[in-house]
């Protein structure tokens, strides 16, 4: 999508900390993290929220995973633990409408959801 910022991202249009990339998926730093670790694991095809994401698509699924699983191990949270976040809609605080998974992790995080 011509005017989203996670697009112009994934278009090297803006710049971001990549941690993780392949042709379907790239996760990249948080520019606000609110963690030691906060990433962003993003499909780069344009999906506003998990309920457009295609459930039949099983590839770009299993990559989003994978992706998620390579991230938590490598920034070294895979042990100590780590929360994953998919805001959607607007009762979520969702505010970039490209569907991301945040990883939160590196400290201890609150019992509640909100
Ligand atoms: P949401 O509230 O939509 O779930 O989360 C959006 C996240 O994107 C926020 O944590 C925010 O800090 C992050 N963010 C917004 N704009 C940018 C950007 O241009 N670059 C990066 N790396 N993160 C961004
Ligand atoms: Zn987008």
């Known amino acids: 999508m011509q005017d989203c910022i996670f697009c112009k991202i ?55 995973l994978s992706a998620i699983q390579q991230v938590a191990r490598e920034l070294g949270v895979a042990e100590t633990g780590f929360r994953l976040v998919a805001n959607t809609g607007p009762d979520s605080g969702q505010m970039v409408p490209h569907l991301h998974f945040h990883i939160l992790g590196g400290r201890k995080m609150g019992h509640g959801m909100a």
């Open 10 to 64: 994934v278009r090297g249009e803006l710049p971001s900390t990549k941690v993780y990339e392949d042709d379907l998926v790239l996760a990249f730093k948080d520019i606000n993290p609110q963690a030691p670790v906060h990433v962003l694991v993003i499909p780069k095809a344009h999906y506003e929220n998990v309920l457009e994401l295609p459930a039949h698509d099983g590839q770009l699924l299993s990559r989003l």
